[in-house]
């Protein structure tokens, strides 16, 4: 009896999706594409110049791979559906600091220091959110700011340059490299970085039993421990994947700026979050992708780029991302809500 | 409000339906209690108590059918509508707000004011006017309700209720979180309430308590009104008979099992404060359905043996092998799962596909090596949307846009596809049409027939009794009785749960 007495009471439409679906990934292509001509018509129009440049393009992306770093890491968070890691700042403070202190000793005792402390600190947020259930965001916020502190008291409020530290010139060279190795002339060593990040972390979100169990923790935690998922596990793993994506940051920071302080790494946390929201990971979490996230990280450095050109203002320039942000995430929750979830 | 008057019902209800997508809740029911009058309502769950009361709530808006207060026809299409006339509910969940005060609590809406701020001399001046109505007058108003016990909780609650002056007072099993000597005065406040001429709708599946307080009694059943009755011209096996009526004959199954190869051996299993000493067996494939009311330990017991919660003592011993898992997921690598009571926040996550879903307890299994082989898992995806008529049976489609029926049976394809050798199973088809429900009973058989033991743990009376095998009763965290298929009917059942030998 039941085939026909249920297809009948049913009527729902069933014409929801593939292409749906194939639209939300590429909507985020779409906007970089529409970006792009933007760009385009304004150089044509003589408004800016060498927007259109082989050298831009390549500045474009120099420009936001230390912001892909992190984003993707923290990504992950987002997706386990606990928002952000806030600590991020001074997690890239710290490993920078730590690194450049630890030259003395040559640059791979350096990175392994780094690296050891990124860990700690993953591992902290990893206890505090996954094991004892703090609120993520009032945690990381915390440690972001207990981490500033003990950056300002171990080190008596000063910054470490480098060369004056390091052990060699060898070891001073390396570091700097970090940031400024090219290869081909033109490409630089991060945004390698960024490349076998995107494609080691799309397999993993993707591809892998520990990102399918990570869509179900974000999506539905209560339901994802029901079918046996250890959550604490996951969530845990989550933020010292992004602890570790800081650090690779934090280095980089520091190479760049040559300099180890306490305010390298500053307005990575909101960057990083605006990147993966508009790269259409929803707070919620159990939905985007990392493909998605790279979409809002460029989108992120064309408008940089596009507001460079035009000179408009560093401030402006804050208050026009924050604007996007703002108008992302409300557009995201309407279209939710008029899809009659709430759960934006 | 001694004024009333009692010859005329205070409130009526004439042919009202309402028509969930797909099912019929309420089919074309007459109602109606009059002043000074507490008229039970009891039906089995699924029996259209609770959309009724709805109803009267103003939660519908698409009712049909006419209500009458006071003799005056009226329209409860919104909460507000339903206060305006009236009337007011009492849920089983207090909505209380418990970190304020008492007195804010139960003057919500209508603090009285002087000028710009609240007037407090005058705040508690009327909440004790109020509190005194159901002896609370002991209670300082000013005290936060997260204060004060469970049981003034819940007459804080009325008193609430009886501040707006309502002439019709819902109440819905309001005696669920109360001992024995809390109903006792609960009751003694309810009858005071009626002797003011109060209309009072009593929701309840207890039975004693029904013939303890109410005055007349309509039985619901499948979303119609079976019968009304003064309490004094019914017995309790009647009440029961006509809960559980005739009309699902057609869920009767009379096959009998003897189990011979014992799979499943449970021995003095404790949780404190939850189970004591439960201890039973039970064969491969058997049916074995766990009888009792909400509350007496089942889902708790259940949650122990898949290891989501951890046992105080006793033992688990499968096929001759005791059971160690610390967690669920071990537990599942033995054999042993779990279809929890709440599909939507326990069992199923609504934003995620059916593939999603149906796969999501199986997702070890698929990644050898941890890469997850989407591919591999297509087969059983396939098999299972078309062995439980999954509808529609599109895979990537989300489950928050099915109906319940299905939705229900996306969750029971999830566990079917670990191919658990005991399959625990709670309230496996609650809130479910009838489509569904024959679906997901010929599956439980299905999975019996192959060997595999099922745990049944359900309040849907013809469903435990028909497809269980045998019934152990279930009471206050003990098991009382075990029921054979032979002496196990419905009235027994229920009997037995209600703590009374048949």
Redesign the interface.
């Known amino acids: 009896m039941s085939d026909e007495l249920v297809k009948k009471t049913d009527t729902r439409s069933v014409t929801q999706n593939k292409f749906k679906r194939i639209v939300n990934v590429a909507g985020i292509y779409g906007v970089v594409v529409l970006f792009v001509i933007l760009g385009v018509v304004l150089q044509a129009l003589g408004i800016i110049n060498n927007f259109l440049t082989a050298t831009n393009m390549l500045n474009i992306v120099d420009a936001v791979s230390m912001l892909g770093i992190v984003a993707l890491g923290m990504a992950f968070i987002t997706y386990s559906g606990h928002f952000a890691d806030l600590s991020v700042p001074t997690t890239m403070a710290l490993t920078g600091i730590v690194a450049v202190q630890m030259l003395q000793f040559g640059f791979f005792v350096a990175i392994l220091s780094a690296v050891i402390v990124g860990i700690v600190i993953g591992l902290i947020n990893a206890f505090a959110i996954g094991k004892l259930k703090v609120n993520p965001i009032i945690w990381t916020l915390a440690l972001n700011y207990m981490t500033l502190g003990v950056i300002r008291v171990v080190w008596a409020n000063k910054q470490i340059y480098p060369d004056m530290i390091s052990s060699s010139e060898h070891a001073t060279k390396l570091f700097d490299n970090i940031y400024r190795l090219r290869f081909f002339n033109k490409i630089a060593l991060p945004m390698i970085m960024l490349l076998i990040l995107v494609v080691f972390f799309h397999f993993l979100m993707s591809k892998t039993r520990y990102g399918i169990q990570l869509k179900m923790t974000g999506a539905a935690l209560k339901a994802a421990k029901f079918s046996g998922i250890n959550v604490e596990w996951m969530i845990g793993s989550a933020f010292v994947l992004s602890a570790l994506t800081a650090t690779l940051g934090g280095l980089t920071v520091t190479s760049l700026s040559r300099v180890g302080a306490w305010y390298n790494g500053a307005g990575y946390d909101f960057k990083a979050v605006t990147a993966i929201v508009i790269g259409g990971m929803t707070l919620a979490g159990g939905r985007g992708s990392i493909i998605g996230v790279l979409g809002g990280v460029l989108i992120i450095g064309l408008m940089n780029n596009l507001m460079t050109l035009l000179g408009v203002g560093t401030f402006s320039q804050d208050m026009i991302r924050g604007i996007i942000f703002i108008v992302v995430v409300g557009l995201n929750a309407k279209s939710l809500r008029s899809m009659g979830r709430d759960d934006a | 409000m001694g004024d009333r008057d009692t010859s005329k019902p205070a409130f009526v209800m004439e042919q009202v339906s309402k028509v969930y ?3 019929i809740a309420v089919d074309k029911v007459d109602f109606e209690v009059f002043p000074g009058e507490v008229h039970a309502l009891v039906g089995e769950n699924g029996a259209g108590k609770s959309t009724l009361m709805k109803m009267m709530a103003g939660s519908f808006d698409d009712y049909t059918g006419k209500i009458a207060v006071n003799g005056q026809e009226v329209e409860l299409k919104s909460p507000a509508q339903a206060k305006r006339n009236g009337i007011e509910m009492i849920y089983q969940e207090l909505s209380l707000a418990l970190p304020i005060s008492v007195a804010e609590n139960v003057l919500v809406g209508r603090l009285p004011k002087k000028g710009l701020f609240i007037d407090k001399e005058k705040m508690v001046e009327e909440t004790t006017d109020n509190l005194s109505k159901v002896g609370l007058e002991h209670i300082d108003p000013l005290i936060p309700i997260e204060d004060i016990s469970q049981h003034e909780a819940q007459l804080v609650e009325i008193a609430k209720a009886l501040g707006n002056n309502p002439s019709i007072l819902v109440m819905d099993e309001p005696t669920s979180a109360l001992s024995r000597e809390e109903v006792e005065r609960l009751f003694e406040i309810i009858d005071g309430l009626r002797k003011t001429g109060l209309a009072i709708v009593y929701i309840s599946h207890h039975l004693p308590e029904i013939f303890r307080i109410a005055d007349r009694v309509t039985v619901m059943r499948d979303g119609k009104r079976i019968d009304t009755r003064d309490i004094g011209d019914v017995s309790k096996e009647e009440l029961v008979q006509m809960m559980v009526g005739k009309s699902v004959t057609e869920f009767y199954r009379h096959e009998t099992y003897s189990g011979e190869e014992i799979r499943l051996e449970v021995e003095n299993l404790t949780r404190k404060g939850f189970f004591h000493d439960v201890s039973f067996h039970a064969y491969k494939g058997e049916i074995l359905g766990i009888g009792g009311l909400s509350g007496a330990g089942r889902s708790e017991l259940a949650q122990v043996l898949v290891a ?1 919660d951890k046992k105080d003592s006793g033992s688990i011993v499968l096929d001759g092998k005791e059971v160690k898992a610390s ?3 071990q ?2 690598n033995e054999g042993i799962a ?1 279809l ?1 009571e ?1 599909r939507k ?8 596909s059916i593939r ?1 879903n149906i796969l ?2 199986l ?2 299994k ?2 050898p090596n ?3 082989d989407k591919k591999k898992g297509d087969p059983v995806l396939e098999k299972l949307i078309d062995a439980l ?1 999954i ?2 049976p ?1 895979a ?3 489950v ?4 319940g ?2 939705q229900q049976k996306v969750l029971m394809a ?1 566990w079917i596809a670990v191919e658990p050798k005991v399959l625990i199973l709670d309230e496996p088809t609650r809130g479910v ?4 429900k ?2 997901i009973h010929n599956a439980i058989e299905a999975l019996a027939k192959e060997g595999r033991t099922i745990i049944l743990i359900s309040s849907d009376l013809p469903e435990l009794v028909s497809l269980s095998h045998r019934v152990m009763i279930m009471r206050q965290g003990h098991f009382i009785k075990e029921m054979q298929k032979a002496e196990c009917n419905e009235e027994s059942v229920l009997l037995a749960a209600n703590g009374e030998g048949a």
Do not use: C, F
Not at chain 2, 400 to 403: E, G, H, I, Q, R
Not at chain 2, 433 to 436: L, M, T, V, W, Y
């Open positions: 997508t797909g099912t989501i967690n669920m997921a537990a599942l779990y929890s709440n926040t326990e069992g199923l996550a609504t934003r995620l999603d999501g307890a997702v070890p698929l990644s941890g890469i997850y008529s509808y529609p599109d990537e489609r989300e928050s846009t099915l109906s029926g299905n999830k049409d009838i489509g569904a024959v679906i």
